[in-house]
């Protein structure tokens, strides 16, 4: 891949953290009240469906519920389904607490908050992501915000990650994203940024990496690995 990680440490980098699956692990709830909308509606769908939702926008996630339960509506109704199904998910997000942080997720936030050539940025397809990281506590690791409601182009778009590289004054190939979702990937990919996997490596081969989780590694062996690869 033509990426390359700058060599100097006076350049200013990035890292750039999706927020479902890599932060928290909210895909649980969503799939609880998208069930439930699906369920209020006459028909039912799978958790290996609710896969499919990973990294994509409210409004594509419903379209691809209804095309699972054949169903279609006017948009105006659509919009008030995609309301319900949020404020149905808000009352469970509304209880997390730090408990819910993925494994080692603090410890790299704070190693990379020490290095002074490092932004730390969220993009994230979420509408509610500042109200989550709020939630458990992690807002004040970051740099710039990006969520569902800053972009006209979901993901595999780039348009997210790239704003967030914009935000921060950082070129895109100096920036590391960091996805659990292979939409997420491409998007990375499209941007021109590293892409870290957080996942199976059947879903994700297209990464620079692929690692499980954070729990048995710091940032800087990611460095140094994505730094083998140029």
């Known amino acids: 891949m033509s990426n390359s990680l700058p060599m100097k440490d006076d350049q200013r980098k990035a890292c750039i953290f999706d927020l479902d699956g890599v932060i928290v692990d909210t895909a649980k709830y969503h799939f609880v009240a998208w069930r439930n909308l699906a369920n209020s509606l006459g028909f039912d769908f799978t958790e290996k469906e609710n ?44 209880k997390m607490d730090e408990s819910e942080i993925l494994p080692n997720v603090v410890g790299i936030l704070e190693e990379l908050k020490k290095l002074p050539n490092y ?17 458990v ?26 704003l967030a590289a914009s935000e921060m004054d950082v070129l895109p190939k100096n920036c590391i994203v960091f996805e659990d979702a ?20 059947d879903d994700l081969g297209d990464a620079h990496l692929v690692m499980a989780d954070f729990s048995k590694t710091t940032f800087e062996k990611i460095e140094e690995k994505l730094l083998a690869l140029v």
């Open 137 to 162: 506590g992690l807002m004040k690791y970051f740099d710039f915000i990006v969520d569902g409601s800053m972009v006209t182009n979901g993901k595999p778009h780039p348009e997210g990650f790239l």
């Open 182 to 201: 292979p939409k997420g990937v491409e998007a990375a990919l499209a941007a021109e940024m590293f892409a870290v996997g957080i996942g199976r490596e």
């Open 119 to 135: 932004k730390i940025g969220l993009g994230s397809a979420s509408k509610n992501a500042k109200l989550i990281l709020d939630q």
């Open 51 to 94: 896969e499919k939702l990973k990294g994509v926008s409210r409004i594509d996630s419903l379209n691809l519920i209804l095309e699972w339960g054949g169903m279609n509506f006017s948009e105006k109704i659509k919009a008030d389904l995609a309301l319900n199904k949020n404020e149905d998910y808000l009352t469970y997000i509304k």
